[in-house]
């Protein structure tokens, strides 16, 4: 069997254990006859895995009873107008942490429903060029008084924990006064993250947790209670509370595997686990673009660095190019940088084995030899 070394930003690498148990188990689902896919979400087979995905997940991340775990439809995008469709309440603002394209694009759909306001912005920072579609460079995060000027009154301040294009990450959660909404979407799971501070988090399974099609909501409950109600059924993050998921039909092949990637998870150790071996990895590669500064430039901040998704270029467009085609003759695929930003990213999420990420490091070096 071929397996490529998988640095695609999204859908991305799943582990290969929980691939294999839904092969093994994709015709005839246990001993029912036919598959997952097949069964009724309203079926005691169904309801089965589903209840398992949600009790794994609540585990993993420490979830206590005062949290509540969503599947929705959608993505992370149609959160962007859900979100505030359910909290942004007349008379009031929400704040929102600029930190890349995604954010901005949530900020967009924001103002549809009432007044959000960049309250913060790291576009320019550092270096500051626009990208080829006139997208500003984001090189950080901000930190400590910065986060001063956020509203302690505001509805919601949002901010995006990982920024998957520009390769930027909190290194941790920040505390705000207000309730603070974070989409997760690319680097949720990676490590063991202290939930009290959150009143919401939202993230697409298709980087850690799953494949493309399932989205994930963990809300306070107290906060959950705020909601409006005068917005369609469903629309209504209520609505799938009071329903455990299972207002209509939800995404039943992805939350099953879903189910096999949390049970994996647990099985070697959970998101301590999980956070050694992405540090390990950061670190490799990492080190060999700082070892090669003189050929490789990697823009973002030492501080704000992603363990999730690292970005860099070589002295020019040309040679970029040419490093991605020659990785993906050795079977490295998904190097290319977002078509807004160019350069080079290596997206290195969970289910990527520190071996592929060593394998993409050995040749990072072997090109900036080859070609000085």
């Excluded at 359910?86 to 995604?102: C, S």
């Excluded at 509203?151 to 294009?165: K, Q, R, W």
């Excluded at 993250?193 to 989205?215: E, L, R, W």
């Excluded at 799938?240 to 207002?247: G, P």
Aim: glycine share 8%.
């Amino acid at each position: 069997m071929r397996r490529v070394d998988n640095f695609n930003a999204g859908p991305s690498a799943l582990p290969l254990p929980a691939l294999e148990r839904a092969q093994s188990e994709l015709c005839d689902f246990e001993g029912t006859g036919m598959s997952i896919i097949e069964h009724s979400h309203r079926g005691k087979a169904y309801e089965k895995v589903h209840f398992e995905a949600i009790a794994l997940l609540k585990e993993l991340c420490g979830l206590g009873d005062d949290r509540v775990v969503l599947f929705v439809q959608g993505g992370a995008s149609q959160v962007f107008a859900t979100l505030p469709m359910n909290f942004l309440h007349a008379g009031k603002r929400a704040d929102y942490v600029i930190t890349g394209g995604w954010s901005e694009k949530a900020l967009e759909e924001t103002k549809f429903f009432g007044e959000a306001r960049a309250a913060i912005t790291t576009a320019g920072s550092h270096v500051g060029t626009p990208g080829p579609e006139g997208m500003q460079k984001f090189t950080r995060v901000p930190r400590g008084a910065e986060l001063d000027v956020l509203d302690p009154d505001a509805a919601y301040v949002h901010l995006t924990s990982n920024n998957t294009l520009f390769g930027t990450q909190y290194a941790e959660i920040p505390a705000t006064k207000a309730p603070l909404v974070i989409d997760m979407s690319s680097d949720i799971m990676c490590k063991p993250v202290d939930f009290s501070k959150i009143s919401m988090v939202y993230a697409g399974a298709q980087k850690n947790i799953g494949p493309s099609g399932v989205t994930i909501l963990i809300l306070d409950k107290a906060f959950l209670a705020t909601a409006r109600e005068d917005i369609p059924t469903i629309f209504r993050y209520g609505t799938f509370a009071k329903n455990d998921s299972l207002y209509n039909t939800p995404p039943t092949f992805g939350i099953y595997l879903m189910r096999n990637v949390l049970a994996h998870t647990l099985s070697i150790g959970g998101l301590e686990a999980v956070e050694a071996t992405n540090r390990k990895k950061a670190d490799r590669l990492y080190g060999a673009l700082d070892a090669l500064s003189d050929f490789y430039s990697a823009p973002v901040e030492k501080e704000s660095r992603s363990t999730m998704n690292i970005v860099w270029k070589t002295k020019s467009a040309d040679l970029d190019k040419k490093f991605v085609e020659e990785a993906t003759k050795k079977d490295m695929v998904g190097l290319a940088g977002h078509r807004s930003t160019g350069g080079i990213r290596a997206s290195i999420y969970n289910a990527v084995s520190f071996e592929s990420v060593d394998r993409l490091a050995t040749f990072l070096e072997d090109f900036a030899k080859t070609n000085a």
